[in-house]
């Protein structure tokens, strides 16, 4: 079975803290991704990878970057936290080859920014 | 610009009912549409449908697709309590491999 881990089940931290988020797929996945999900929004798209060193922006990039130095790692990084980026984080993978679209999704990190 | 649907937000049922879940979309070059089944961790595959009319079933949940009518619904007979969960309906954008979400239908599934 894939696996997705995500690193931590909850976090809090302070307004203006440097926040990382750590994801890592067992099953050798090209595809990568974030996404958020927030009550009455659903689950919006942050960013993607296709490959090792490669990110597109998703639907809501603004105070987000990432880090694919690895293909099993997918690291989402909150520069600067802000209050309004308390939510649940969301990461998942997916196989590049033929037209596969099924994610496989870890258990989420819910993030507390105070 | 693409989107997905869902309908209704949510939902309340008394076990052994039937329900059904609504998921309307728009997509350039449309490839398919997926169901995943969110309880309180990581949202789970249950279906993905390419083909018009040919139902898709695992148990007692069950999802056809329209491509005429640009539409699917999933369908849930003697409903449990275990069913509780958010829906959640989901297709790939044109040249793309992510996934475009709709909102879910939250169900709920009382004694």
């Known amino acids: 079975d894939v696996k997705v881990t995500q690193s931590s089940r909850y976090l809090v931290k302070r307004t203006g803290e440097k926040v990382f988020l750590e994801c890592v797929q067992d099953?050798?996945?090209?595809?990568m991704f974030w996404y958020r999900q927030d009550p009455g929004l659903g689950l919006r798209l942050i960013y993607f990878?296709?490959?090792?060193?490669?990110?597109e922006k998703g639907d809501i990039p603004e105070g987000y970057s990432v880090s694919r130095e690895k293909k099993e790692r997918f690291s989402l990084i909150l520069e600067s936290a802000s209050t309004n980026q308390t939510s649940m984080y969301l990461c998942?993978?997916?196989?590049?080859?033929?037209?596969?679209?099924?994610?496989?999704f870890g258990s989420g990190t819910q993030l507390s920014v105070l | 610009e693409d989107k997905v649907v869902q309908s209704p937000l949510s939902l309340v049922v008394h076990e052994g009912d039937t329900v059904t879940l609504n998921c309307s979309y728009e997509?350039?070059?449309?490839?398919?549409l997926l169901w995943y089944k969110q309880e309180k961790k990581a949202p789970t595959f249950l279906f993905m449908l390419?083909?018009?009319?040919i139902e898709k079933k695992s148990g007692r949940l069950s999802s056809i697709l329209d491509k005429k009518e640009l539409f699917s619904i999933l369908n849930i007979t003697a409903t449990q309590t275990g069913d509780s969960a958010i829906y959640l309906c989901?297709?790939?954008?044109?040249?793309?491999?992510?996934?475009?979400f709709g909102k879910g239908t939250k169900l709920s599934v009382i004694p």
């Open positions: 998942a993978s997916s196989l590049w080859r033929g037209s596969n679209e099924k994610l496989f």
């Open positions: 099953m050798d996945h090209e595809n």
């Open positions: 990878s296709y490959d090792v060193k490669m990110k």
């Open positions: 997509v350039t070059n449309f490839r398919s």
């Open positions: 390419t083909s018009s009319g």
């Open positions: 989901a297709i790939p954008p044109a040249g793309s491999y992510q996934l475009t």
